[in-house]
């Protein structure tokens, strides 16, 4: 009987061993299996990144050209490009400028021939094919960022690796960006009333400023959700710049905010939220977050967002016990503010502004005198 008391406990002993070894085998497989999928998950991102930056190499020259229809004549020497490009270009926005306001002297004058207006049109088509090659050259670059933005809005492409395979070039023409998705200001109006203001101002413009209201973004007319989405993924993009170190936060060029503080403006947050709302409220309600935090981290120096001692603790280099609860209260205000700003950002989206808005004719005159 003792015997098989014995029996019975070994038999018991082994079958524990058996199931901690079917449980470490089985926490085996399940690790290797994590590791396996890590590194086809590293594996994939590697090769998006290689097609993205292969997508975007192929774009070089028109990404040049869109360059210098973006920044101007400054982009010589901001990105080095070629003078001669840069004389070229002028010279074809002040030939379309000169066909362009005929029109004028046709309507003071009253008077036109039915031969005075075919060549006035043939003037226009030469003109208007001068400024072919650039045209093309924005169309390209922009529907490359169309693309991609929409695989960063919609979860299937990471700002990561989207910012290592063109973020730090765009982020270099951020500010200039948005000119080649303005609309010319008399596109949509039938009436002479608009366009001739718009060609009464092009005469007083420098060929320079004449080049920034040609209307590279017509293109645009029937996608403003596209050029939303562009705008976002560029926000998006210097957030993580931010968040990287790549910018600020130290205030460059005379600035009156450091880098990234635009994020948090109203105006973009609820862009952000009309592009993140199209894939999903969860994404609208991220996107915004992401902004309106990293804006506000780059805006603590800004006394309007903080209370005076705040800031004023910060700058006076105060000893640990008295920095760390300032942190604590940074941090804490910011926490409050993001869901705030995210509802501000809703609101606001039902009538945020369009992208593809020029300045009218009468503000920019009125901005450009004072």
Known sequence: MLADYGGAVKLEAMGDWAGAAVALIGAAFVWTQILIQRSQHRLQEAETHRLQATAWASLSQDWEIAQLVAAGQSAVRRFGLPVAMSKDFLASVEEFRAARVLFL???????????????????????????????????????????VSGLVLSGRLSTEVAYNALGIQLLHLRRDLPNLMREGYALRSSCPGPLGAELALWRELSVEEVALRIGWGD????????????????????????????????????????PGAELNDL??????????????????????????????????????????????????????WIALPVKFVRFCWDALARPADVIRAAWKARDALDVRRLVPPHEYGANRDF
């Open 267 to 320: 105006d973009r947050l609820a862009i952000a939220w009309r592009a993140g709302r199209r894939v999903s409220l969860r994404r609208a309600i991220g996107v915004v977050a992401v902004l309106s935090k990293t804006g506000r981290r780059a805006r603590r120096a800004d006394v309007s967002h903080y209370p005076q001692w705040v800031v004023l603790s910060r700058y006076h280099y105060p000893p640990p």
């Open 105 to 147: 002297d046709f309507a003071e004058s009253g008077e036109a021939s039915e031969d005075e207006w075919e060549k006035y049109e043939e003037r226009i088509a030469e003109a208007t094919s001068r400024l072919g090659p650039y045209q093309r050259s924005v169309q390209k670059v922009i529907t490359h960022l169309a693309q």
């Open 219 to 258: 293109f645009l007319a029937v996608a403003r959700a596209t050029a939303e989405r562009i705008s976002v993924f560029i926000d998006l993009l210097t957030a993580h710049a931010v968040q990287m170190g790549d910018l600020g936060p130290e205030v460059a060029d005379h600035e009156s905010l450091p």
